[in-house]
């Protein structure tokens, strides 16, 4: 490439909605610069390296529809796929629709600025070069900026501290003391993996998470089989659902009071067999809704702990406290609770003793230095906006995103952001995003991406922006609809909240009405002629 020079498209980011975004723009005709921090394809699973992360949506289902025999071809080994196999989908992916071609890797786009007169977008790279471009559409993915806590003394720890979604190739973890900060999903996940390994993990939990076992397992072939045969029809009901999931298997359907104790019981003890979210979450009608049946599915998980750990006092350390099942992004395991049985693993309630401080050695911590050669930060992402707010964007009027986010949310349709034409973000804030097979919704977005430069392009126009009154009332309807939800009640907080980060306004991020709903709303404004957008 040289310093500079000029395409249709700029694509920031080489993960699922990166690389669907440059096949399909290219395929349309338009020429394109993808733009990826990594030194590979993948984005969320090429960096998030670390022991045990995995998909916690199907395998067979977290995976591209758009290409009928690129889904035929591929087979999955497991129902929940671990980070290498996800990532050698999306290498495969890249290899076969040629993607890379498009690409500058281990690039960062550090700016880009909307040049009115011209209207188009000048995009300035780490190494120097820039790029104008028409359209500049941001895949950066909503969990991509990694939250980094400050703790006192850790910067004079002298073995290695590392962030679970930069996990370097060469950490070694093997015989090694380890200790983990933070259990959310990926520390639940990293937890059991590192157990099995280090002389001596020690886990320092703030929060504790409720947890549902996954159930994870090799796929057989017939299963396999049976849904590449019912792809087609599979995949279509997908794209209605409310969670963006194929219906592999039906659930609930039914009231938690309509059934005898026994009999909740007996579906929960299944559910829980079965393993998955779903499998629990959807297993009465009530589950996930505030109230006297969500109380009772938080008592279920909490005697499950009990059922688990030997210790009854590591059970109770390890029990949420002050919130309900649902608040938080439910998470699901493999032999969370039953690690903490191990001679070699120690838990610190940091609510009970927080942190004193690190030194060289290791961590002065309820009373007592322990010995660490690694310290693993599990502590989560600046969600939703992190990676857009890092990009210093200028759009009209010297007006920059980061000004534009301020302490909250932006965006119609979680598509775009008044001031900044032709600049699309690909399941950004206010969209299903996070809430659904994100897969799912990727596609829809960048399929509506594509459609929208093509329709521009047809007619004449040469920018699209969302007009900022349509973009409050769409705010306000997402806020509206999260109103009264689990994810909302009282005393809940979550990174789905911002709550994990300093300054963030609270405020939910997605579109909680459904995937399906949601689709359909963004045809009728589409077919409305592009309702609460500008085209000029
Ligand atoms: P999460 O879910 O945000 O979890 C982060 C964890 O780190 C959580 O337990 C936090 O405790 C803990 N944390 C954060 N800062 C600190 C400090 N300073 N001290 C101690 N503990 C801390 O991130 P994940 O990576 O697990 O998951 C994010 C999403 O990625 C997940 O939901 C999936 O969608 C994939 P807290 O709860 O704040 O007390």
């Given at each position: 490439m040289s310093s500079w020079h000029r395409?249709?498209?700029?694509?920031?980011?080489?993960g699922?909605?990166?690389?669907?975004?440059?096949?399909?723009?290219?395929?349309?005709?338009?020429?394109?610069?993808?733009?990826?921090?990594?030194?590979?394809?993948?984005?969320?699973?090429?960096?998030?390296r670390y022991p045990g992360a995995r998909c916690d949506v199907e395998s067979l289902d977290y995976s591209y529809s758009f290409d009928d025999e690129l889904q035929q071809e591929w087979d999955w080994s497991e129902r929940y796929a671990a980070q290498p196999e996800i990532e050698?989908?999306?290498?495969h992916v890249a290899d076969r629709f040629d993607l890379r071609r498009h690409y500058r890797f281990a690039t960062r786009v550090v700016a880009a600025r909307f040049d009115e007169d011209r209207s188009r977008w000048q995009v300035a790279l780490d190494d120097g070069g820039e790029v104008q471009a028409r359209f500049v559409v941001m895949a950066t993915g909503a969990l991509s900026e990694p939250k980094v806590p400050t703790i006192a003394g850790l910067d004079e720890f002298a073995g290695r501290v590392v962030h679970t979604a930069r996990w370097p190739d060469d950490l070694e973890v093997r015989d090694r003391r380890v200790a983990v900060i933070g259990t959310g999903s990926t520390g639940i996940q990293l937890v059991p993996a590192l157990a099995e390994v280090a002389a001596h993990l020690l886990v320092l939990q703030r929060d504790p998470n409720y947890t549902i076992p996954a159930g994870n397992r090799p796929l057989s072939p017939d299963e396999v089989a049976d849904v590449k045969r019912r792809y087609p029809q599979?995949?279509?009901?997908?794209?209605?659902?409310?969670?963006?999931?194929?219906?592999?298997?039906?659930?609930?359907?039914?009231?938690?009071?309509d059934v005898s104790d026994e009999e909740r019981e007996r579906v929960w003890v299944a559910a829980l067999q079965e393993g998955g979210a779903p499998?629990?979450?959807?297993?009465?009608?009530?589950?996930?809704?505030?109230?006297?049946?969500?109380?009772?599915?938080?008592?279920r998980l909490l005697q499950l702990i009990d059922e688990t750990v030997d210790d009854p006092a590591v059970a109770d350390a390890l029990k949420p406290r002050g919130y309900s099942f649902g608040c938080k992004r439910v998470c699901i395991d493999t032999g969370y609770h039953a690690t903490f049985n191990r001679p070699n693993v120690t838990l610190v309630d940091l609510r009970a003793t927080p942190?004193?401080?690190?030194?060289?050695t290791?961590?002065?911590?309820?009373?007592?230095?322990?010995?660490?050669?690694?310290?693993?930060?599990?502590?989560?992402?600046?969600?939703?906006?992190g990676a857009l707010?890092?990009?210093?964007?200028?759009?009209r009027d010297g007006l920059t995103l980061r000004e534009a986010l301020g302490d909250g949310l932006r965006g119609y349709l979680g598509l775009a952001i008044p001031g900044f034409p032709n600049l699309f973000t690909v399941t950004g804030p206010g969209s299903p995003s996070v809430l659904a097979n994100v897969v799912t919704g990727i596609e829809q977005h960048v399929e509506w991406v594509a459609a929208c430069i093509g329709h521009l392009d047809d007619h004449g126009w040469s920018t699209i922006e969302a007009d900022p009154e349509a973009e409050a009332a769409w705010l306000d309807h997402v806020a509206h609809l999260a109103e009264g939800t689990v994810f909302t009640a009282p005393g809940c907080t979550s990174w789905y909240l911002g709550s994990n980060i300093a300054g963030k306004r609270r405020q939910f991020v997605a579109y909680v009405g459904g995937l399906g709903t949601y689709g359909d709303e963004l045809q009728r404004r589409t077919e409305d002629g592009y309702r609460g957008f500008v085209l000029q």
């Open positions: 395409v249709d498209a700029v694509v920031v980011g080489a699922f909605a990166g690389l669907y975004a440059t096949h399909l723009l290219s395929a349309h005709g338009l020429s394109v610069q993808g733009v990826e921090a990594g030194q590979g394809v993948g984005g969320t699973w090429y960096w998030n050698r989908y999306l290498n599979l995949r279509a009901q997908a794209r209605h659902a409310a969670n963006g999931n194929m219906p592999l298997r039906s659930y609930g359907g039914r009231s938690i009071f499998a629990f979450t959807r297993s009465f009608d009530e589950v996930m809704v505030p109230g006297p049946g969500n109380d009772l599915a938080t008592q942190i004193e401080r690190f030194d060289a290791g961590v002065h911590v309820g009373g007592r230095h322990h010995e660490l050669d690694v310290v693993a930060l599990a502590t989560g992402f600046d969600a939703m906006t707010g890092r990009i210093e964007v200028t759009g």
